[in-house]
Protein backbone atom coordinates (compact mmCIF):
# COMPACT_ATOMS: atom_id res chain seq x y z
CA UNK A 1 0.00 0.00 0.00
CA UNK A 2 2.81 2.57 0.72
CA UNK A 3 4.35 1.83 -2.39
CA UNK A 4 1.60 2.51 -4.56
CA UNK A 5 0.32 5.88 -2.95
CA UNK A 6 4.25 6.81 -3.30
CA UNK A 7 4.20 6.06 -6.89
CA UNK A 8 0.82 7.73 -7.08
CA UNK A 9 2.49 10.53 -5.22
CA UNK A 10 5.50 10.90 -7.39
CA UNK A 11 3.50 9.86 -10.59
CA UNK A 12 1.54 12.89 -9.94
CA UNK A 13 4.00 15.08 -10.28
CA UNK A 14 5.83 13.54 -13.58
CA UNK A 15 2.56 13.78 -15.41
CA UNK A 16 1.97 17.59 -14.38
CA UNK A 17 5.51 18.11 -15.71
CA UNK A 18 4.83 16.23 -18.55
CA UNK A 19 1.85 17.95 -19.33
CA UNK A 20 3.45 21.81 -19.30
CA UNK A 21 6.20 20.04 -21.05
CA UNK A 22 3.90 19.40 -24.05
CA UNK A 23 2.09 22.88 -23.76
CA UNK A 24 5.47 24.16 -23.96
CA UNK A 25 6.43 22.18 -27.40
CA UNK A 26 2.78 23.97 -28.86
CA UNK A 27 4.37 27.55 -27.96
CA UNK A 28 7.62 26.74 -29.61
CA UNK A 29 5.94 25.35 -32.42
CA UNK A 30 4.47 28.30 -32.75
CA UNK A 31 7.79 30.45 -32.64
CA UNK A 32 8.99 28.40 -35.59
CA UNK A 33 6.19 28.71 -37.77
CA UNK A 34 4.26 31.48 -36.63
CA UNK A 35 6.65 33.96 -36.28
CA UNK A 36 5.63 36.60 -38.99
CA UNK A 37 2.40 37.25 -36.18
CA UNK A 38 4.76 37.18 -33.17
CA UNK A 39 3.80 38.00 -29.57
CA UNK A 40 4.97 39.63 -26.62
CA UNK A 41 3.79 39.71 -22.93
CA UNK A 42 2.12 41.50 -22.14
CA UNK A 43 0.59 41.24 -25.45
CA UNK A 44 -0.67 43.65 -27.79
CA UNK A 45 -5.27 43.21 -27.54
CA UNK A 46 -5.31 45.17 -30.61
CA UNK A 47 -3.32 43.39 -32.97
CA UNK A 48 -3.29 39.86 -31.61
CA UNK A 49 -6.25 37.40 -32.64
CA UNK A 50 -8.45 35.73 -30.29
CA UNK A 51 -7.08 32.67 -31.02
CA UNK A 52 -3.66 33.32 -30.88
CA UNK A 53 -4.12 35.18 -27.85
CA UNK A 54 -5.49 32.08 -26.02
CA UNK A 55 -2.74 29.46 -27.75
CA UNK A 56 0.11 31.81 -26.32
CA UNK A 57 -2.01 32.77 -22.61
CA UNK A 58 -1.76 28.59 -22.37
CA UNK A 59 1.65 28.32 -22.60
CA UNK A 60 2.16 30.98 -19.71
CA UNK A 61 1.34 27.87 -17.36
CA UNK A 62 4.62 26.15 -18.34
CA UNK A 63 7.52 28.05 -16.61
CA UNK A 64 6.29 28.48 -13.54
CA UNK A 65 4.90 25.15 -12.70
CA UNK A 66 8.39 23.83 -14.02
CA UNK A 67 10.19 25.81 -11.62
CA UNK A 68 7.70 25.18 -9.04
CA UNK A 69 7.95 21.12 -9.46
CA UNK A 70 11.85 21.37 -9.62
CA UNK A 71 11.85 23.33 -6.28
CA UNK A 72 9.97 20.23 -5.19
CA UNK A 73 12.00 17.66 -6.66
CA UNK A 74 15.48 19.16 -4.93
CA UNK A 75 13.66 18.62 -1.50
CA UNK A 76 12.50 15.29 -2.31
CA UNK A 77 16.14 14.72 -3.67
CA UNK A 78 16.83 15.76 -0.39
CA UNK A 79 14.60 14.07 1.60
CA UNK A 80 16.77 11.30 3.57
CA UNK A 81 20.30 13.10 2.10
CA UNK A 82 21.81 15.82 4.27
CA UNK A 83 22.30 19.61 3.59
CA UNK A 84 25.71 19.76 2.22
CA UNK A 85 25.03 16.36 -0.59
CA UNK A 86 21.82 18.31 -1.70
CA UNK A 87 23.38 21.78 -2.01
CA UNK A 88 26.25 20.07 -3.95
CA UNK A 89 24.02 17.99 -6.58
CA UNK A 90 21.90 21.32 -7.28
CA UNK A 91 24.60 23.13 -7.41
CA UNK A 92 26.07 20.94 -9.76
CA UNK A 93 23.04 20.46 -12.04
CA UNK A 94 22.41 24.17 -11.58
CA UNK A 95 25.93 25.03 -13.80
CA UNK A 96 24.93 22.14 -16.25
CA UNK A 97 22.02 24.18 -17.21
CA UNK A 98 23.53 27.19 -17.28
CA UNK A 99 26.25 25.55 -19.81
CA UNK A 100 22.82 23.65 -21.38
CA UNK A 101 21.92 27.64 -22.54
CA UNK A 102 24.95 29.05 -23.35
CA UNK A 103 25.74 26.03 -25.94
CA UNK A 104 23.23 23.21 -26.83
CA UNK A 105 20.05 24.84 -26.25
CA UNK A 106 21.06 28.06 -28.17
CA UNK A 107 22.34 26.17 -31.22
CA UNK A 108 19.29 24.67 -31.00
CA UNK A 109 17.18 28.39 -31.53
CA UNK A 110 19.90 29.65 -34.10
CA UNK A 111 22.24 27.12 -35.63
CA UNK A 112 24.41 29.33 -36.35
CA UNK A 113 28.22 29.43 -34.30
CA UNK A 114 29.35 31.47 -32.72
CA UNK A 115 25.76 32.84 -32.57
CA UNK A 116 25.07 37.24 -33.07
CA UNK A 117 22.41 36.66 -30.28
CA UNK A 118 22.98 34.57 -27.03
CA UNK A 119 19.52 34.44 -25.61
CA UNK A 120 19.36 33.63 -21.73
CA UNK A 121 16.30 32.20 -21.20
CA UNK A 122 14.01 29.10 -18.90
CA UNK A 123 16.89 26.86 -18.50
CA UNK A 124 19.71 29.80 -17.44
CA UNK A 125 16.69 31.04 -14.91
CA UNK A 126 16.41 27.34 -13.68
CA UNK A 127 20.24 26.98 -13.21
CA UNK A 128 20.34 30.46 -11.34
CA UNK A 129 17.83 29.21 -9.44
CA UNK A 130 18.88 25.89 -8.83
CA UNK A 131 22.51 27.70 -7.41
CA UNK A 132 20.25 30.35 -5.65
CA UNK A 133 18.43 27.61 -4.04
CA UNK A 134 21.74 25.49 -2.98
CA UNK A 135 22.67 28.23 -0.62
CA UNK A 136 18.87 28.95 0.62
CA UNK A 137 18.23 25.43 1.60
CA UNK A 138 20.40 26.63 4.81
CA UNK A 139 17.91 28.81 6.02
CA UNK A 140 15.22 28.06 8.59
CA UNK A 141 12.32 27.31 7.13
CA UNK A 142 10.66 30.67 8.55
CA UNK A 143 13.34 32.58 6.59
CA UNK A 144 12.59 30.80 3.23
CA UNK A 145 8.50 31.55 4.21
CA UNK A 146 9.61 35.31 4.38
CA UNK A 147 11.95 35.23 1.30
CA UNK A 148 9.05 33.32 -0.58
CA UNK A 149 6.90 36.46 0.17
CA UNK A 150 9.15 38.78 -0.43
CA UNK A 151 10.64 37.95 -3.82
CA UNK A 152 6.87 36.98 -5.72
CA UNK A 153 5.00 39.56 -3.94
CA UNK A 154 7.74 42.53 -3.37
CA UNK A 155 9.71 41.93 -6.23
CA UNK A 156 7.00 44.64 -8.77
CA UNK A 157 8.11 47.44 -5.98
CA UNK A 158 11.44 47.41 -7.98
CA UNK A 159 9.98 47.94 -11.48
CA UNK A 160 11.10 51.27 -11.50
CA UNK A 161 14.97 51.06 -10.44
CA UNK A 162 16.89 50.88 -13.89
CA UNK A 163 20.55 50.85 -14.68
CA UNK A 164 21.77 52.51 -18.45
CA UNK A 165 24.78 50.18 -20.19
CA UNK A 166 27.64 51.10 -19.00
CA UNK A 167 27.06 51.18 -15.13
CA UNK A 168 28.21 48.99 -12.31
CA UNK A 169 24.93 47.56 -11.90
CA UNK A 170 23.43 47.16 -15.34
CA UNK A 171 25.12 43.61 -16.03
CA UNK A 172 23.82 41.87 -12.67
CA UNK A 173 20.31 43.87 -12.49
CA UNK A 174 19.74 43.00 -15.96
CA UNK A 175 20.39 39.06 -15.06
CA UNK A 176 18.00 39.37 -11.59
CA UNK A 177 15.35 41.79 -12.96
CA UNK A 178 15.42 44.05 -15.64
CA UNK A 179 15.12 42.33 -19.16
CA UNK A 180 17.83 43.66 -21.17
CA UNK A 181 20.39 42.96 -23.72
CA UNK A 182 23.90 42.90 -22.82
CA UNK A 183 26.41 44.06 -25.20
CA UNK A 184 29.35 41.08 -25.26
CA UNK A 185 31.96 42.56 -27.64
CA UNK A 186 32.90 41.21 -31.05
CA UNK A 187 29.43 41.81 -32.35
CA UNK A 188 27.80 38.90 -29.86
CA UNK A 189 25.21 40.30 -27.37
CA UNK A 190 23.29 38.49 -24.60
CA UNK A 191 19.40 38.57 -23.59
CA UNK A 192 18.52 38.34 -20.41
CA UNK A 193 15.58 36.90 -21.70
CA UNK A 194 14.08 35.18 -17.88
CA UNK A 195 15.06 37.88 -15.19
CA UNK A 196 15.84 35.28 -12.18
CA UNK A 197 14.98 37.33 -9.66
CA UNK A 198 10.91 36.22 -8.89
CA UNK A 199 11.98 32.84 -9.81
CA UNK A 200 13.93 31.65 -7.27
CA UNK A 201 10.82 32.77 -5.58
CA UNK A 202 8.99 30.16 -6.93
CA UNK A 203 11.52 27.49 -7.19
CA UNK A 204 11.99 28.18 -3.26
CA UNK A 205 7.93 27.63 -2.65
CA UNK A 206 7.84 24.59 -4.53
CA UNK A 207 10.98 23.60 -1.93
CA UNK A 208 8.55 24.33 0.84
CA UNK A 209 6.03 22.18 -0.41
CA UNK A 210 8.07 18.95 0.20
CA UNK A 211 6.55 17.78 3.55
CA UNK A 212 3.52 17.79 1.87
CA UNK A 213 4.91 14.78 0.00
CA UNK A 214 6.74 12.29 2.59
CA UNK A 215 6.03 8.76 2.83
CA UNK A 216 3.73 9.58 6.07
CA UNK A 217 1.62 12.75 4.80
CA UNK A 218 -1.88 11.98 4.34
CA UNK A 219 -2.96 12.08 0.82
CA UNK A 220 -6.31 13.78 2.00
CA UNK A 221 -4.21 16.61 3.48
CA UNK A 222 -1.61 17.04 0.92
CA UNK A 223 -4.69 17.62 -1.73
CA UNK A 224 -6.93 19.74 0.55
CA UNK A 225 -3.64 22.31 1.55
CA UNK A 226 -2.74 22.50 -2.72
CA UNK A 227 -6.25 23.10 -3.47
CA UNK A 228 -6.45 25.63 -0.51
CA UNK A 229 -3.03 27.34 -1.78
CA UNK A 230 -4.17 26.88 -5.61
CA UNK A 231 -7.76 29.18 -4.92
CA UNK A 232 -6.29 31.49 -2.49
CA UNK A 233 -3.79 32.29 -5.55
CA UNK A 234 -6.44 32.59 -8.18
CA UNK A 235 -8.28 34.51 -5.47
CA UNK A 236 -5.41 36.77 -4.89
CA UNK A 237 -5.25 37.42 -8.19
CA UNK A 238 -8.76 38.40 -9.26
CA UNK A 239 -8.64 40.82 -6.44
CA UNK A 240 -5.42 42.33 -7.40
CA UNK A 241 -6.51 42.27 -11.19
CA UNK A 242 -9.48 44.13 -10.53
CA UNK A 243 -7.65 46.30 -7.99
CA UNK A 244 -5.43 47.68 -11.01
CA UNK A 245 -3.28 49.35 -8.46
CA UNK A 246 -0.27 46.74 -7.91
CA UNK A 247 1.78 43.58 -9.74
CA UNK A 248 1.06 44.20 -13.49
CA UNK A 249 0.03 47.29 -15.72
CA UNK A 250 -3.62 48.11 -15.69
CA UNK A 251 -6.11 46.05 -17.50
CA UNK A 252 -8.95 48.25 -19.36
CA UNK A 253 -12.62 47.36 -20.28
CA UNK A 254 -12.70 46.61 -23.84
CA UNK A 255 -15.88 47.39 -26.69
CA UNK A 256 -16.43 43.52 -26.07
CA UNK A 257 -17.06 41.32 -23.05
CA UNK A 258 -14.33 38.90 -24.99
CA UNK A 259 -12.08 42.41 -25.30
CA UNK A 260 -11.80 43.05 -21.81
CA UNK A 261 -11.37 39.26 -21.11
CA UNK A 262 -8.15 39.41 -22.77
CA UNK A 263 -7.35 42.51 -20.88
CA UNK A 264 -8.08 40.99 -17.54
CA UNK A 265 -5.81 37.91 -18.50
CA UNK A 266 -2.82 39.96 -20.20
CA UNK A 267 -0.08 39.78 -17.68
CA UNK A 268 3.53 39.98 -18.17
CA UNK A 269 5.62 37.03 -18.46
CA UNK A 270 9.21 39.11 -18.24
CA UNK A 271 9.80 39.13 -15.64
CA UNK A 272 6.93 37.19 -14.27
CA UNK A 273 4.52 39.66 -12.46
CA UNK A 274 2.82 39.26 -9.42
CA UNK A 275 -0.02 38.70 -11.51
CA UNK A 276 1.63 36.40 -13.07
CA UNK A 277 2.62 34.01 -10.81
CA UNK A 278 -0.60 34.01 -8.73
CA UNK A 279 -2.73 33.27 -11.48
CA UNK A 280 0.03 30.24 -13.20
CA UNK A 281 0.79 28.56 -9.61
CA UNK A 282 -3.40 28.83 -8.90
CA UNK A 283 -4.25 26.45 -11.67
CA UNK A 284 -0.39 24.58 -11.62
CA UNK A 285 -1.66 23.73 -7.77
CA UNK A 286 -5.00 22.77 -8.61
CA UNK A 287 -3.47 20.82 -11.47
CA UNK A 288 -0.68 19.41 -8.94
CA UNK A 289 -4.26 18.25 -6.95
CA UNK A 290 -5.96 16.82 -9.79
CA UNK A 291 -3.17 14.38 -11.02
CA UNK A 292 -2.85 12.57 -7.98
CA UNK A 293 -6.72 11.54 -8.18
CA UNK A 294 -6.19 9.72 -11.76
CA UNK A 295 -3.50 7.06 -13.21
CA UNK A 296 -3.80 7.96 -16.78
CA UNK A 297 -1.23 10.49 -18.84
CA UNK A 298 1.69 7.54 -18.89
CA UNK A 299 2.83 9.50 -22.31
CA UNK A 300 2.91 12.74 -20.04
CA UNK A 301 4.54 10.45 -16.90
CA UNK A 302 7.24 9.40 -19.58
CA UNK A 303 7.96 12.90 -20.61
CA UNK A 304 7.80 14.45 -17.21
CA UNK A 305 11.12 12.03 -16.15
CA UNK A 306 13.14 13.12 -19.28
CA UNK A 307 12.21 16.23 -19.37
CA UNK A 308 15.66 17.81 -20.19
CA UNK A 309 15.99 14.95 -23.18
CA UNK A 310 12.80 16.08 -24.67
CA UNK A 311 13.40 19.59 -24.43
CA UNK A 312 16.42 19.55 -26.45
CA UNK A 313 15.47 16.89 -28.51
CA UNK A 314 11.77 18.59 -29.37
CA UNK A 315 13.99 22.07 -30.37
CA UNK A 316 16.38 20.23 -32.73
CA UNK A 317 13.26 18.20 -34.29
CA UNK A 318 11.37 21.93 -34.99
CA UNK A 319 14.57 23.63 -36.30
CA UNK A 320 15.19 20.90 -38.47
CA UNK A 321 11.46 20.47 -39.78
CA UNK A 322 11.57 24.18 -40.17
CA UNK A 323 14.28 23.89 -42.52
CA UNK A 324 13.04 21.41 -44.65
CA UNK A 325 9.36 22.65 -45.12
CA UNK A 326 11.58 26.17 -46.18
CA UNK A 327 13.68 23.78 -48.32
CA UNK A 328 10.53 22.52 -49.76
CA UNK A 329 7.82 25.26 -50.09
CA UNK A 330 10.15 28.26 -49.34
CA UNK A 331 9.36 31.25 -47.82
CA UNK A 332 5.51 32.58 -47.64
CA UNK A 333 5.65 35.02 -44.49
CA UNK A 334 7.51 37.34 -45.68
CA UNK A 335 11.71 35.81 -45.71
CA UNK A 336 10.26 32.89 -43.92
CA UNK A 337 8.03 29.71 -43.90
CA UNK A 338 5.14 29.95 -41.35
CA UNK A 339 1.50 28.56 -41.14
CA UNK A 340 -1.53 31.34 -42.31
CA UNK A 341 -4.09 29.77 -39.56
CA UNK A 342 -3.30 29.41 -35.41
CA UNK A 343 -4.86 25.53 -35.24
CA UNK A 344 -2.20 24.49 -37.85
CA UNK A 345 0.42 24.93 -35.33
CA UNK A 346 -1.76 22.75 -32.70
CA UNK A 347 -2.07 20.53 -35.69
CA UNK A 348 1.99 20.45 -35.93
CA UNK A 349 2.37 19.88 -32.36
CA UNK A 350 0.75 16.17 -32.32
CA UNK A 351 2.91 14.41 -35.10
CA UNK A 352 6.18 15.91 -33.10
CA UNK A 353 5.05 14.40 -30.05
CA UNK A 354 4.59 11.57 -31.04
CA UNK A 355 8.03 11.11 -32.90
CA UNK A 356 9.79 11.67 -29.71
CA UNK A 357 7.78 9.21 -27.71
CA UNK A 358 10.57 6.93 -28.69
CA UNK A 359 13.58 8.46 -28.12
CA UNK A 360 11.74 9.48 -24.90
CA UNK A 361 10.92 6.22 -23.87
CA UNK A 362 14.42 5.01 -24.52
CA UNK A 363 16.53 7.45 -22.81
CA UNK A 364 14.07 6.91 -19.98
CA UNK A 365 14.92 3.18 -19.61
CA UNK A 366 18.81 4.66 -19.94
CA UNK A 367 18.11 6.33 -17.20
CA UNK A 368 16.43 3.86 -14.74
CA UNK A 369 18.79 1.94 -15.41
CA UNK A 370 21.40 4.43 -13.62
CA UNK A 371 24.53 3.05 -15.37
CA UNK A 372 25.90 6.41 -15.93
CA UNK A 373 26.09 9.01 -13.08
CA UNK A 374 25.62 11.47 -15.12
CA UNK A 375 22.24 10.80 -16.39
CA UNK A 376 20.58 11.82 -12.70
CA UNK A 377 21.26 15.59 -13.84
CA UNK A 378 18.78 15.08 -16.74
Aim: with cysteine; net charge positive.
Amino acid sequence: MTSSLQRSRLGSIDRLRGAVMVLMLVDHVREFFYLHLQVGDPMVIASTSPELFFTRLTSHVCAPVFVLLTGLGAWLYGSGRSPRDTAAYLAKRGLLLIVLELTVVNFAWTFSFPPRMIYLQVIWAIGLAMLALSALLWLPRAGQILLVALLVFGHNALDTVHFSSGEAGFIPWAILHDRSVIELGSGIAARTSYPVLPWIGIILFGYLLGPLYTREASVVTRQRRLLAMGMAALGAFVVFRLLNVYGDHAWLAGNTILASLMSFLNITKYPPSLHFILLTLGLGLLALAGMERTQGGRMLALIGRVPMFFYIAHLYLLHLIYLLLTAYYGPNQGDRFGFSQVWMVWAMALPVLASLYLPCRWFGRLKQEGQQGWMSYF
